[in-house]
């Protein structure tokens, strides 16, 4: 079926000819049923101006504006036979001259002090006018007030039913019907365990009888826990689609309003539309909007938000887990979450919903790459193993702009070229090739960034190096070493950590051996490079010094960058030995690198030279340099 936006034109035709012949269609079927008549406001409004205008144009009297002057003289000349006089104007009638009929006049009334004695010599008729001003100042009231009236009733219109002063307790929820919901499990990739946590969620919306019979009793609550993009909506999608169930979706602040009680209104009303309409699913993201701990509001007082948090707890408490409705919520924030949401019988079961490995990383791109023209040189495999950390939301965007790039030239197919340049360009930004820097400036920087891949080259653990770059992209990066990791990672030994120090410190130690001076181009190597030291002394207990000791720092976010204020848990005495640890640490990584690179030096010094000339260096480049060879994917 066509969209609004898409009408055929013999639709468009229909609609115009509707127009002129009011509800009757010339092309309506003699037995279908006549369509519901409308009555609109502005069907008055046209017609009343239509007939305004036939009598104003056709039945009322011709009057001639004259000048003053001629009034006069047809005064002089006995022509004028009655006047009326008003404040304003002067109206009357000049007698026909040889057969002709009277003419009706008007004028601009002046200031003339002998007009009576002049009417009075002439014998004319003449009488005042006068005008009541409890019309004007009626309609001058009337008018406004029936202007404000129709733009109030288009407006209301224009917001549809459910945005009507009195609609505000209704829930905003978006209702998905049993076939509206197109997503499937076959479209969710990358989170198998996460699926199959949830197909017991599917199976029990599908046949409630096969576990009614046992006894048991399906969770009331399932919240999806996971990094933003991971795909947690796309997940609570999935399982409505498969169990073929109508599907309430809604955001945690549509609930909470300038109003108070707005928000406990709408939970009520959505439960109750759920009720009815079970088995369904509710879907609330973002939960973290809505069910914020309780008690930490720093101006005191039961505000909108707790009140609207209380209500959700009260209903989920009323929900008899049999009538087939599933509350289903998302959030990457769990640890702010009040706690009474969490406990068993509300959100009973918790489902997290992680990066995905390399595996999920290549399934999602060929979910996403489906419909995208690949060359058939390109290896997703290799491509996820690119891409460590990716979530799906990153991966859909790879995808898409390494298609824009390959449609902006003009290509047939998507090649490998493309996706190499659509990961620099979501990893390090947009490339800046047009930007002035001086020729000392490009050789800092190529020395630099020789320093970093030289040192990951040099070192055991250092993941190998891809790409080597000095064009300016994003924000601040003025150039870039890309590593590739050969494997997923999820714990680092000592080792590793010294080694991704070392790497770190490549670029500064360049700059010292080389120009015997020092640039701002290491700040964020710094950054880096202080917190892995720091968390190998304060975190993981690697310092000899201070022995098998966690020093706890600020519970912070689980998916979200650490904070920066830590909360102290030891004594200033060891606080002082923790900063002599750190500042050991990073010293000794700066002695290592500095041997690494003074035992190089004829590497490093070709490694720049190549950067200035072609701006751009593959790790298979470097390695030729080292005699090494290339590491396999």
């Not at 595996?359 to 290799?382: C, M, Q, T, W, Y």
Request: proline letters at 4%; hydrophobic letters at 40%.
């Amino acid at each position: 079926m066509p969209s609004d936006k898409e009408k055929r034109p013999e639709e468009n035709l229909r609609e115009i000819l509707s127009s002129f012949f009011g509800t009757k269609d010339p092309f309506r079927k003699k037995n279908a049923l006549p369509p519901k008549t409308h009555f609109s406001i502005w069907y008055f409004l046209i017609v009343f101006f239509l007939l305004t205008l036939v009598q104003h144009y056709l039945f009322s009297p011709k009057v001639e504006t004259i000048s003053y002057s001629k009034f006069k003289q047809s005064l002089t000349e006995g022509q004028v036979s009655s006047v009326t006089i008003g404040p304003e104007s002067i109206s009357g009638t000049i007698k026909g001259r040889e057969g002709k009929r009277d003419q009706d006049f008007v004028v601009v009334r002046v200031d003339d002090p002998g007009l009576i004695k002049d009417l009075d010599e002439h014998k004319v008729n003449y009488s005042g006018l006068y005008q009541s001003k409890f019309l004007n100042n009626l309609l001058s009231w009337i008018i406004p007030l029936g202007l404000f009236f129709l733009i109030w009733r288009y407006a209301m219109k224009r917001m549809g039913p459910g945005m009507g002063v009195m609609s505000f307790s209704k829930s905003k929820a978006k209702v998905f019907a049993e076939d509206g919901t197109k997503i499937t499990f076959a479209d969710v990739a990358g989170i198998d365990e996460a699926k199959e946590e949830l197909q017991e969620v599917v199976e029990f919306l599908k046949t409630p009888g096969k576990f009614q019979k046992l006894g048991g009793r399906i969770p009331k609550g399932v919240l999806l826990v996971g990094a933003p993009g991971t795909g947690k909506t796309l997940l609570a999608k999935a399982v409505a689609g498969e169990a073929k169930v109508p599907f309430f979706s809604i955001s945690g602040s549509e609930f909470v309003e300038m109003f108070v009680g707005v928000g406990a209104a709408r939970v009520r009303d959505l439960f109750s539309q759920a009720t009815s309409q079970a088995p369904c699913i509710i879907f609330i993201d973002e939960l973290d909007a809505l069910g914020k701990a309780r008690g930490i509001n720093v101006m005191g007082g039961h505000d909108e938000r707790e009140q609207t948090l209380n209500q959700l707890l009260v209903e989920m408490d009323g929900f008899e887990s049999n009538k087939g409705v599933i509350i289903m919520a998302a959030t990457n924030r769990p640890e702010i979450l009040d706690p009474a949401l969490l406990r068993p019988g509300r959100f009973d079961r918790q489902v997290l919903v992680d990066r995905p490995d390399i595996n999920g990383r290549e399934a999602i791109l060929k979910i996403h790459s489906k419909h995208v023209l690949l060359s058939p040189e390109v290896d997703l495999r290799k491509i996820a193993a690119r891409t460590p950390g990716f979530v799906g939301a990153d991966l859909a965007n790879l995808v898409n702009e390494a298609a824009l790039l390959a449609a902006r030239r003009n290509k047939e197919q998507v090649n490998v070229t493309d996706f190499d340049e659509a990961i620099d360009r979501v990893i390090a930004g947009l490339e800046k090739r047009k930007r002035v820097m001086s020729p000392k400036e490009k050789e800092i920087i190529a020395y630099h960034e020789s320093g970093h891949a030289l040192v990951a080259e040099s070192v055991d653990h250092a993941e190998p190096v891809h790409k080597i770059s000095i064009i300016p992209r994003g924000i601040a990066a003025l150039g870039y070493t890309q590593q590739q990791p050969t494997e997923d990672r999820y714990l680092l030994t000592r080792s590793e950590l010294l080694d991704r120090l070392a790497v770190l410190l490549g670029g500064r130690v360049a700059e010292e051996l080389v120009f015997g001076e020092i640039s701002t181009g290491a700040q964020n190597d710094l950054q880096r490079a202080t917190d892995i030291a720091r968390s190998m002394v304060v975190e993981y207990g690697m310092s000899e010094r201070l022995g098998l000791v966690s020093y706890e720092r600020e519970r912070r976010p689980m998916f979200l960058p650490e904070s920066f204020n830590a909360s102290k848990t030891y004594s200033e005495e060891k606080a002082a030995q923790i900063d002599e640890e750190i500042s050991r640490v990073i010293g000794e990584a700066h002695q290592r690198v500095q041997l690494i690179l003074s035992e190089r030096r004829n590497i490093l010094d070709n490694l720049a030279r190549l950067l200035l000339e072609k701006e751009m260096v593959q790790g298979e480049e470097l390695r030729k340099m080292l005699g090494k060879s290339d590491p396999g994917v």
